[in-house]
């Protein structure tokens, strides 16, 4: 669905000393529908460069962007409203990227409209679906971004990327900025609205826990370069490259491949419990198998 090749965005700075920043140098991967390719990588390392490059929003200094075999950065006239529906992203910052003029109602009405995708009269109907996807009861319609918490106006966020019916949704550390408990519940959001809708996420941050949690593959990145891709389990529980290494040595013990999809967290007991407390109220059972002595388990 997605596959980026050789992609680099070279920034120049400096007023005096012009001088060349490489955010990203050579990155390649491909996220097949359906899928969840989660980015990591220390601050800095031109991972939300990556994220903008894929949404459109940058153009790259080389290398190509390819959706559903469209080049992103030459569609065509026809299918470039295309893109800009089926890719959405949504940022760390909900309250930076909500509009403070504009009532929650409005925020979601907009890309309906300038979609053309529901009829006039259908527009309150449909936002109200909207809201009730993300779980905000429709008192919030008339709220502004000011009036709600980072965690209602993530949600608002969410909801306004998921209204032009997206593919792929470019998720730009959207958690970092919330506390444990709400991440936990935005998370568990993000995992159901794709199961239900077949998105495709970029997922990026810097957090190894939630990156092993949400990606089906992981890529680290270190210096406008990825250093490693692969399966989630192999890549956190078989490190190859000594980059991440060095990431999973600065965090406590992580689960093992077996606990990983039967959805079991071993993390030490002092270690995000309220996250861990958070997911168990929202996985189902069916997933849920025996949990290892001196496990979390999550049923
Ligand atoms: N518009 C720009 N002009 C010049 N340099 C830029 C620009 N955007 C990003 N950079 C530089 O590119 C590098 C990568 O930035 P980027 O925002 O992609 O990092 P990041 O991995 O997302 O970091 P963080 O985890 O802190 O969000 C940084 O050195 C940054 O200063
Ligand atoms: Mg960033």
Not at 83 to 90: E, F, M, N, T
Not at 209 to 229: F, K, P, S, T, W
Request: charged fraction near 25%.
């Amino acid at each position: 669905m997605l596959e980026v090749q050789n992609v680099r965005k070279h920034f120049r700075s400096g007023w005096l000393e012009r001088r060349t920043v490489k955010a990203v140098d050579g990155v390649s991967f491909t996220i097949a529908p359906g899928c969840t390719l989660g980015l990591v990588g220390e601050s800095g390392v031109g991972k939300s460069t990556v994220g903008r490059l894929v949404a459109g929003l940058l153009r790259p200094t080389a290398g190509s962007v390819c959706f559903e075999d469209l080049d992103v950065f030459r569609p065509g006239r026809e299918k470039a409203r295309y893109l800009r529906r089926k890719i959405q992203i949504v940022f760390q910052n909900p309250e930076g990227a909500l509009n403070p003029r504009m009532r929650v109602g409005e925020i979601l009405a907009e890309p309906l409209q300038v979609h053309r995708l529901v009829k006039g009269r259908y527009v309150k109907e449909r936002v109200a679906g909207l809201l009730e996807m993300v779980g905000l009861g429709p008192e919030f319609y008339h709220r502004y971004p000011w009036e709600m918490s980072g965690g209602q106006n993530q949600r608002v966020a969410i909801a306004r990327a998921l209204s032009v019916e997206p593919s792929l949704l470019v998720l730009d550390e959207p958690t970092s900025a919330l506390d444990v408990s709400v991440q936990a519940q935005i998370l568990q959001l993000l995992k159901a609205t794709q199961r239900r809708m077949k998105l495709c996420y970029l997922f990026i941050s810097h957090d190894l826990d939630v990156i092993y949690h949400m990606a089906d593959e992981i890529a680290i990145m270190h210096r406008g370069r990825l250093v490693e891709q692969g399966p989630a389990a192999s890549v956190i529980i078989n490190p190859r490259h000594s980059y991440t290494v060095q990431l999973l040595s600065a965090k406590p013990a992580l689960p093992s491949a077996q606990t990983r999809n039967s959805r079991v967290l071993c993390f030490k007991p002092a270690f995000k419990q309220s996250t861990i407390s958070t997911f168990k109220e929202s996985v189902s059972k069916e997933e849920t198998t025996v949990a290892q002595p001196g496990a979390y388990k999550l049923s």
